[in-house]
């Protein structure tokens, strides 16, 4: 599709991670001057910059203690504590918070029927291995909240994460009201995944039952695989252009959503004709997307690392316009399934069929030009 001559340029981890803490806390604080933000922002940086080697950063998140309501220091100011976050690039292998053992909350029959009907969509837990999601079941407890119950206090640090088993909770950054959960989905994640001061506030609009994990288990069980993951994906799903509307939020949901899938050369991936089930990002390596013509199959178009295709069929639900062969060497991808698809980009379809548009232009220029030889 379009050929981006900005990815070759390779962009360190550390300065992603620097910009995206920036760019939370300028979203969360919404500050009237942003060169004054950025200023003030990065000499704070500099000044609690932590010596080099010093390894202290789980130290200040046992110290941590929820701010209380009405706590006047805006989130920024509140992070100096946690140092690491903001200097440097996170390393979750690096943090020792996972020692100890973790709780289990016995649960009837029914309640655990119930939370596991609640996760199976909860697309963080997709990587756990069968008993590390045992114990993410075991570890989780019942909160059953009341309309106009705060849940989530922007600011304040991280104590639970939730995943919503039925209710309608609102979600706000300073005072204003952005997006909606009802019914399904999760929340809290961010403040134990970044170890950052809580990026929003979530009331409930109506009574509602909430899974929740503490903070402690969280990053035990979940911390590594699910921040590796996002960090897997960062440099994937910004290179691929259409994705650039997206909000930094919303890829770190697409990146949990992601499988990898690998083919080696010659494979086939998908078969002209067949029913869809999702579509694939490449991360390494070209495909050769094919269409069928008299017993053959002709070649009309090649793809390489930070494309995408198999988006055709989801978004029109027709079968599969063409086949794709893995070519010259291992071809490593990410795939994405339907449901999540919907879920996820369903709101970018006006700009997936943008490229549509351009497949019919060049299918009705080649039967032009068949016609005229
Ligand atoms: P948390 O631990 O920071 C508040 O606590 C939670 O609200 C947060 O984790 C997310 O789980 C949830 N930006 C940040 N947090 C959000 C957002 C969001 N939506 C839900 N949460 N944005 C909305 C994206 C549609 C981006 C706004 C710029
Ligand atoms: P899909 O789900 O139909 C095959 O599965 C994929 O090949 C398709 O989604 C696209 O992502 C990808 N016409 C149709 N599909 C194409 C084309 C294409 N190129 C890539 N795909 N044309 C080539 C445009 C450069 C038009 C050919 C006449």
Same mark, same amino acid.
């Given at each position: 599709?379009?050929?981006?001559?900005?990815?070759?340029?390779?962009?360190?981890?550390?300065?992603?991670?620097?910009?995206?803490?920036?760019?939370?806390?300028?979203?969360?604080?919404?500050?009237?001057?942003?060169?004054?933000?950025?200023?003030?922002?990065?000499?704070?940086?500099?000044?609690?910059?932590?010596?080099?080697?010093?390894?202290?950063?789980?130290?200040?998140?046992?110290?941590?203690?929820?701010?209380?309501?009405?706590?006047?220091?805006?989130?920024?100011?509140?992070?100096?504590?946690?140092?690491?976050?903001?200097?440097?690039? @996170?390393?979750?292998?690096?943090?020792?918070?996972?020692?100890?053992?973790?709780?289990?909350?016995?649960?009837?029959?029914?309640?655990?029927?119930?939370?596991?009907?609640?996760?199976?969509?909860?697309?963080?837990?997709?990587?756990?291995?069968?008993?590390?999601?045992?114990?993410?079941?075991?570890?989780?407890?019942?909160?059953?909240?009341?309309?106009?119950?705060? =849940?989530?206090?922007?600011?304040?640090?991280?104590?639970?994460?939730?995943?919503?088993?039925?209710?309608?909770?609102?979600?706000?950054?300073?005072?204003?009201? =952005?997006?909606?959960?009802?019914?399904?989905?999760?929340?809290?994640?961010?403040?134990?995944?970044?170890?950052?001061?809580?990026?929003?506030?979530?009331?409930?609009?109506?009574?509602?039952?909430?899974?929740?994990?503490?903070?402690?288990?969280?990053?035990?069980?979940?911390?590594?695989?699910?921040?590796?993951?996002?960090?897997? @994906?960062?440099?994937?799903?910004?290179?691929?252009?259409?994705?650039?509307?997206?909000?930094? @939020?919303?890829?770190?949901?697409?990146?949990?959503?992601?499988?990898?899938?690998?083919?080696?050369?010659?494979?086939?991936?998908?078969?002209?004709?067949?029913?869809?089930?999702?579509? @694939?990002?490449?991360?390494?390596?070209?495909?050769?997307?094919?269409?069928?013509?008299?017993?053959?199959?002709?070649?009309?178009?090649?793809?390489?690392?930070?494309?995408?295709?198999?988006?055709?069929?989801?978004?029109?639900?027709?079968?599969?316009?063409?086949?794709?062969?893995?070519?010259?060497?291992?071809?490593?991808?990410?795939?994405?399934?339907?449901?999540?698809?919907?879920? =996820?980009?369903?709101?970018?379809?006006?700009?997936?069929?943008?490229?549509?548009?351009?497949?019919?232009?060049?299918?009705?220029?080649?039967?032009?030009?068949?016609?005229?030889?």
């Amino acid at each position: 599709m379009s050929s981006d001559s900005s990815r070759r340029i390779q962009v360190p981890d550390e300065l992603k991670e620097v910009l995206l803490q920036f760019s939370i806390s300028y979203l969360v604080e919404q500050p009237p001057d942003l060169i004054d933000f950025a200023a003030e922002y990065f000499n704070k940086l500099q000044a609690n910059r932590p010596v080099i080697g010093s390894t202290d950063n789980t130290a200040d998140d046992n110290q941590s203690v929820n701010s209380q309501e009405g706590d006047a220091e805006p989130p920024a100011v509140q992070s100096t504590r946690r140092k690491s976050v903001f200097a440097e690039a @996170y390393d979750p292998e690096a943090d020792d918070d996972d020692e100890g053992a973790t709780a289990i909350f016995p649960k009837t029959d029914e309640q655990r029927a119930r939370l596991i009907e609640s996760v199976k969509n909860v697309l963080l837990f997709r990587s756990l291995e069968k008993e590390q999601m045992n114990q993410v079941l075991d570890a989780m407890f019942e909160r059953k909240v009341q309309p106009g119950d705060f =849940i989530i206090r922007q600011g304040d640090d991280g104590d639970n994460f939730y995943v919503i088993e039925s209710g309608i909770y609102k979600v706000y950054i300073n005072d204003k009201h =952005i997006s909606t959960y009802t019914h399904t989905g999760l929340f809290g994640e961010l403040a134990l995944l970044y170890n950052m001061p809580r990026a929003a506030t979530v009331q409930a609009e109506t009574v509602g039952l909430l899974w929740a994990m503490d903070r402690q288990t969280f990053r035990r069980i979940l911390l590594k695989s699910a921040f590796k993951k996002r960090k897997m @994906y960062e440099e994937l799903l910004n290179s691929v252009p259409m994705l650039k509307a997206l909000q930094n @939020y919303e890829r770190m949901n697409l990146a949990d959503a992601l499988v990898t899938k690998t083919y080696e050369n010659g494979e086939r991936i998908i078969k002209q004709g067949d029913a869809a089930d999702g579509m @694939y990002f490449i991360e390494e390596g070209t495909v050769s997307v094919r269409m069928d013509q008299d017993n053959d199959e002709i070649e009309i178009s090649q793809l390489g690392k930070g494309q995408y295709f198999g988006e055709l069929a989801l978004v029109t639900h027709r079968p599969r316009a063409a086949s794709v062969y893995a070519t010259g060497g291992v071809v490593k991808l990410a795939f994405l399934d339907t449901d999540a698809f919907e879920r =996820i980009l369903g709101f970018l379809t006006d700009v997936l069929k943008r490229n549509i548009l351009m497949y019919e232009q060049m299918f009705t220029e080649m039967a032009r030009r068949n016609t005229n030889l």
